[in-house]
C-alpha cells in the first residue's frame, strides 16, 4: 500500500465530485458566460461577505494578481520570511509587481502588529520604498501548518488602517484554521481587503483557487489576469468541483488534522527524530539530528512506500489530505516504527 503525504495537492477528485464535474453547465468565462464559473464566484464572495471574486488555476497565480494591483513599481510588501509569497512564487513579487518585500521573523510564519508597526517605512522619506500592504499567511505552510491568532490579526487591521496599508491574506489553507477556531469567512472578509484561498489543498478539487476582495479590485485583477494569459475559456467543470468541496468537503478537515495529530506522535517516537513541530492542522514538520539529512530519510520511508519532502537539511514535511485514509494511518504506524 502506497502511503503519499508529500502535499495535499496530489488528491484526485471522488466520484461525486467527478459527477458534479461532469454535469456542470459550460460556457466562455473570458465572456463571462461560464455559468458554473460565475456561480463558484458569487457563491465565494457571499460566503466571506466580500464584494466580488475570481477564480483562477492556482493560489500563485491569486496571490500575485493581489500584489500586482495592490501595489506600484518600488513599493514594498511585509511579510513574514516563510511566506510563500516570498519563498515558493518564483520570485513573482519582483517579476510581476517590481516590489520589494520586508520579510520579517516570526513565530512559526506569524508577524504580530507591533512588528508591522515597526516596520513600516517613512512615506515622506525618498530613500524608502513605500510600504503598501501586508501579507499574512494562514495556516502556515513552512510554520508546520501554525494558525494565527484572530486577536493579533485584529490588532495588525488596526495598524494598516491607521497608516493606510492595505491588508492581504494567503489563505491558501484558511478552511484549516477556519475549522479549529471559532471565526467564520464573514470574520475575515470583514478583516482583509483581499483574500486568496485554493480549492486544489484540502478541499479536494484538481485546481483552483479564488481571490476575494471589492468589486473595482477584482475587475483589476480580472485584467491583469487576462495580461498573464490566464484567462481561460470553459472553466466551469473545474468551477464545479469548487462548489462541490465548498458543499462537502470542508467538515472533513477535522479528520485530516485528527490523523496529522496522530502521525506528529508516530514521528515522536521515531528514533531518527529529534523533534516534531506543533501540529495544529494537516501538516506535520519533523526536525532530524544534525548527522542525518533530510535526504536520507525521504529515502529510507520510500523503500516502504512511504512518501513525504524535504523541506530544508533536516526538516521533513508530511500533510495529510482527503485521500489518506483511517486505514493507511495503522499502516504508517508500522513503517514508522523505526
Ligand atoms: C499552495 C500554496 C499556495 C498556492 O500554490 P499553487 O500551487 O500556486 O496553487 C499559496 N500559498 C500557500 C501558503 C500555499 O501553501
Known sequence: MKIDLRSDTLTLPTPQMQE??????????????DPSVNALEEKAAKMFGM?????????????????????????????????????????????NAFSSVRPLEGDLGRITAKMVEENINNANDVH??????VSLENTVNKGGGSIYDFNEIKKIKEVCHANGIILHLDG????????ETDQTPLDYGKTFDSISICLSKGLGCPVGSF?????????????????MGGGWRQAGALAAAGIYALDNH??????????????GKMLAANSWVEKVYPVSTNIILAQLPQNITSTDFVEKLKQNEVYCVSFGKH???????I???????????????F
Open 51 to 95: 464584494e466580488a471574486a475570481l477564480f483562477c488555476p492556482t493560489g500563485t497565480m491569486t496571490n500575485q494578481l493581489a500584489i500586482k494591483v495592490h501595489t506600484r513599481p518600488g513599493d514594498e510588501v511585509i511579510c513574514d520570511k516563510l511566506s510563500h509569497i516570498y519563498l515558493y512564487e518564483g520570485g513573482g513579487i519582483a517579476m
Open 20 to 33: 458534479a464535474m461532469n454535469k456542470a453547465p459550460l460556457g466562455d468565462d473570458v465572456y463571462g458566460e
Open 211 to 227: 481571490l476575494l476582495g471589492k468589486k473595482t479590485f477584482i475587475d483589476q485583477a480580472r485584467r491583469y489576469r487576462k495580461a
Open 315 to 321: 526538516l521533513v514535511r508530511f500533510v495529510t489530505h
Open 250 to 263: 470542508i467538515t472533513l478537515l477535522k479528520d485530516d488534522h485528527r490523523r496529522a495529530k496522530e502521525i
Open 128 to 133: 524608502q520604498p513605500i510600504t503598501r500592504m
Open 323 to 337: 485521500d489518506f485514509t483511517d486505514e493507511q494511518l495503522e499502516v504508517l504506524r508500522t513503517r514508522l516504527a
Open 172 to 179: 491558501a489553507r484558511l478552511f484549516n484554521a477556519l475549522i
